[in-house]
């Protein structure tokens, strides 16, 4: 069982993503696995961290500016640990149903995970709330507003990832 902690880390635009982080960061403590819930802005350091999981909400094809600038920013210390990258954003259940390919925007996180030898990436469903702020988030919500995060989907990536840990020497 790794004994360093893990560092779970997202950029988050609206919170969403930043619930998707702590859902698996929740999992992680449940697995018996020490977890830290950050955001990608406020981490200086990847000192003390064994593992990484890395998140980012996916706006108009983009992954979020802070996970990008994370990845950036520690890509020599990321690539000596285990890494995990997700995505989440899609407003319908696409990223249940479908390969990640096929999701708008997975392709930055695909990019990504590939840049830090990710051990595996994945894409989840977003969340946009109704009364949305922003002309484009609102003019969205009044079409696509809802929750489309599989929480049960979620912690089963996390369970994995939490197994796969404890199986490390």
């Not at 902690?5 to 018996?32: F, K, M, N």
């Not at 990847?46 to 983009?62: D, M, Q, R, T």
């Not at 079409?143 to 995060?149: I, M």
């Amino acid at each position: 069982m790794t004994r360093e902690t893990v560092l779970v880390v997202y950029g988050s635009e609206r919170g969403g993503t930043a619930e998707i982080a702590q859902w698996i960061g929740d999992a992680l403590h449940q697995a018996h696995l020490s977890a830290e819930v950050k955001s990608a802005r406020e981490v200086r350091s990847l000192g003390g961290y064994g593992a990484v999981i890395l998140g980012g909400a996916l706006y108009s094809g983009l992954w979020h500016r802070h996970a990008r600038g994370f990845a950036r920013r520690f890509t020599r210390q990321l690539r000596e640990r285990p890494v995990w990258v997700f995505g989440s954003g899609p407003l319908d259940h696409s990223a249940d149903q479908a390969n990640p390919e096929k999701i708008f925007g997975a392709g930055a996180v695909r990019k990504a995970a590939q840049r830090l030898n990710a051990r595996d990436y994945t894409i989840f469903g977003g969340r946009l709330e109704r009364d949305a702020r922003g002309f484009i988030a609102s003019a969205m919500a009044k079409n696509q507003a809802g929750d489309y995060r599989d929480r049960d989907r979620i912690r089963a990536w996390a369970k994995g990832i939490a197994d796969e840990l404890s199986r490390a020497p």
